[in-house]
């Protein structure tokens, strides 16, 4: 079963860049198919899907969050990541990376000086 995980700092000054790591086990992000996902859930509200990085490194993002968003990737190390720039407190929440069927068990985010 392909497990991800995700890793990164739990609290981050507003204004800054909030950099988050998902590592892939079980599976390589470059396989034919697999679509790997960013999603992050604020608290008290629903999901919100942020962005993707496909198997062949295309890459897809929120329209809503395009403009300071980033998403890429080291198939070396099979890893994908996520950018998140001009942060603001309500980009505090719950992160989530996602494919081929699982998810990870979410990262912890705060914005808060």
């Known amino acids: 079963q392909v497990q991800l995980q995700e890793s990164g700092p739990g609290l981050v000054n507003p204004s800054q860049t909030l950099s988050l790591t998902c590592t892939v086990s079980?599976?390589?992000?470059?396989?034919?198919?697999?679509?790997w996902n960013w999603i992050r859930q604020p608290p008290g509200k629903g999901l919100e899907w942020m962005g993707r990085?496909?198997?062949?490194?295309?890459?897809s993002y929120s329209p809503a969050l395009k403009s300071h968003t980033s998403i890429s990737r080291d198939t070396a190390k099979n890893q994908f990541f996520l950018r998140l720039s001009f942060l603001t407190p309500e980009d505090t929440g719950t992160y989530y990376c996602?494919?081929?069927?699982?998810w990870g068990q979410g990262t912890q985010v705060t914005v808060s000086s």
């Open positions: 996602a494919g081929m069927g699982s």
């Open positions: 079980a599976a390589s992000i470059t396989s034919n198919g697999g679509y």
């Open positions: 990085i496909e198997y062949s490194g295309r890459i």
